[in-house]
């Protein structure tokens, strides 16, 4: 299978081999742990091997990201850039910030200059939905002109429409339409993200292919690094965290190394782990009958209802209904099971083999 160098070798070696191509992936992390270090890795990779490379700036304005990057000597004057960073105005005015506004414009990064200054630029509201419109506009006009795709996205990040523009359940409902419609943009993506609440399974870590976690704590007086991969559908992948660190030349990740946390004791196997257990399950069924679902929709079969009883189900493994999730979960794999059966018929094939059994519990109920 073809991969995608994520930029790491390091990573590339615990990915096997690296990204599986087309797809979106989330990088996690505390705030200093080097997620967007890590997404500029992956954008001055593909922009070396002469690719098409699109980034949406949503933490930082252009000239900052550019300036920040300067260090490593990365060549990104051919980069496409979205500038969707929040209007200032939505932040108490100090008399030294200048009014950047919002742009929501397309640009190559050898045009951004030493400050952006827009203050007669309507300010606009960032949204998920402005953001995916302007994506999808530069996305398909640069297909028209050239007939070649991005073959690479970054998205920096989530986590601050996460925080400043979206409240309430809704928010979950448009990060799902986000991570599918980047789905469906057959380029590889990655979206920068942070877990706000630890407690919760948040809808882009759920619905991305993959997950790579940047690690970052204090060990007395020295802050360690290290990255793992938390899940990557679709291939096989080292899951033990592996030491990271950050210099001149990037993040750099050590896949032989090991990582100790000195002065830490051995969590005790209580209702949160317990809990985690529960929700690893419900999630193993819930991506076993997700992977199905792609060869349902290459036979063109009407899997509809499926998907509408995987959305519950995701629903209630968010609000931590165990018992709900996993009764929609295994609904939807019988939904599922029974429209392939039907599809046979109708076309006079054998029957499909029945989806694996879910894994057997490995802790009580929390």
């Given at each position: 299978m073809d991969r995608v160098s994520t930029g790491v070798a390091g990573v590339d070696a615990m990915l096997h081999g690296g990204l599986i191509p087309r797809?979106?992936?989330?990088?996690?992390?505390?705030?200093?742990?080097?997620?967007?270090?890590?997404?500029?890795?992956?954008?001055a990779t593909g922009l070396a091997r002469g690719e098409p490379c699109l980034m949406v700036v949503l933490d930082e304005p252009p000239n900052e990201v550019k300036a920040n990057v300067a260090a490593f000597g990365w060549n990104l004057d051919r980069l496409k850039?979205?500038?969707?960073?929040?209007?200032?105005?939505?932040?108490?005015?100090?008399?030294?910030?200048?009014?950047?506004?919002?742009?929501?414009?397309?640009?190559?990064m050898e045009d951004v200059g030493d400050i952006r200054q827009s203050s007669q630029i309507r300010a606009l509201e960032v949204s998920v939905h402005g953001v995916q419109k302007m994506l999808k506009q530069e996305y398909f006009q640069r297909l028209e002109r050239t007939k070649e795709r991005y073959t690479r996205i970054v998205v920096d990040s989530l986590t601050a429409l996460k925080m400043f523009s979206m409240q309430g359940e809704d928010s979950r409902i448009m990060i799902q339409s986000f991570l599918r419609f980047?789905?469906?943009?057959?380029?590889?993506?990655?979206?920068?993200?942070?877990?706000?609440h630890p407690g919760v399974l948040e809808t882009e870590f759920f619905l991305a292919r993959g997950e790579i976690r940047l690690h970052k704590w204090l060990d007395g007086n020295v802050i360690r690094r290290a990255a793992s991969v938390e899940k990557f559908r679709g291939s096989s992948f080292d899951d033990r965290i592996r030491p990271m660190k950050i210099s001149d030349a990037g993040v750099t990740v050590d896949p032989e190394g090991s990582v100790t946390?000195?002065?830490?004791?051995?969590?005790q196997v209580g209702e949160q782990f317990l809990e985690q257990r529960v929700v690893e399950e419900v999630?193993?069924?819930?991506?076993?009958?997700?992977?199905s679902l792609e060869e349902a929709h290459k036979l063109r079969v009407n899997v509809a209802d499926v998907e509408n009883v995987l959305s519950r189900a995701m629903l209630h493994l968010h609000r931590r209904n165990y018992q709900k999730a996993l009764k929609a979960a295994l609904?939807?794999?019988?939904?599922?099971?029974?429209?392939m059966e039907e599809h046979k018929k109708g076309h006079g094939l054998p029957p499909p083999p029945p989806l694996p059994p879910p894994p057997p519990p490995t802790g009580g109920k929390p």
């Open positions: 797809r979106p992936y989330v990088v996690s992390g505390p705030t200093g742990s080097g997620k967007t270090i890590f997404a500029m890795h992956f954008i850039i979205l500038d969707a960073t929040p209007d200032i105005k939505a932040h108490k005015r100090q008399r030294s910030v200048i009014d950047v506004g919002t742009t929501l414009e397309v640009r190559d980047l789905s469906e943009l057959e380029s590889t993506c990655i979206v920068v993200s942070e877990r706000l946390f000195l002065g830490r004791r051995t969590a999630s193993a069924v819930i991506d076993r009958v997700y992977r609904h939807a794999q019988n939904l599922y099971a029974q429209r």
